[in-house]
């Protein structure tokens, strides 16, 4: 964490909301996939918040883990560790490009401050699982999970239809639209009309 003092009030309040949303099985499903997806040069953290947070904040595994998922050539080319804080964020901004490029979309990744400082952890588990779901639906043979651990994301499943086909479809009323049985001009009727004396 950075050198803060303790939060009170409002903002207390906001970052204890933010941490109930960290969940302690995502993190070891996750460690587990890390471990298992970069292999030997990766070493187990401590478990809890605070080692899953000390050991992704110099950037180092999250590079190598960003680097095991492209075939060819690697989007992190130098992966140092280093105590300077410049370092470490740097190592993580080039996590968070390479993993952009590999097609995790913007609103899932966090910033760079919220792994750093340890401000959102959970929206780091949101990242890192985006990123498990799209290398699990890739399927490129990169992935070195189990398949239960991610969902597979939705393909898209484009439809050519000739123009006899959409001409047909202008034609049917769909039931989103409702139905007009029963209707007339006099109204519909539901049961007796009301007796007036």
Known sequence: MANK?????MSRHVQDKIDSKYDAELELVLVEWIS???GASVSKPEAGKMG???WLKDGCVLSELINS????DKPVKK????TAAFKQMEQISQFL?????YGVTKTDMFQTVDLWEGKDLAAVQRTLSALGSLAFTKDEG???GDPNWF?????ENKRDFSDDQMKAGKNVIGLQMGSNKGASQEGMSYGRSRQIM
């Open 36 to 38: 298992r997806q970069c």
């Open 69 to 72: 998922l492209f075939t060819g």
């Open 97 to 101: 490009n390479a993993s952009e490029k």
């Open 5 to 9: 003092g303790p939060a009170f009030g």
């Open 52 to 54: 899953f947070q000390a």
């Open 79 to 82: 992966i140092q560790s280093s």
């Open 151 to 155: 969902f597979k994301k939705s393909q």
């Open 142 to 144: 990169t992935y070195n």
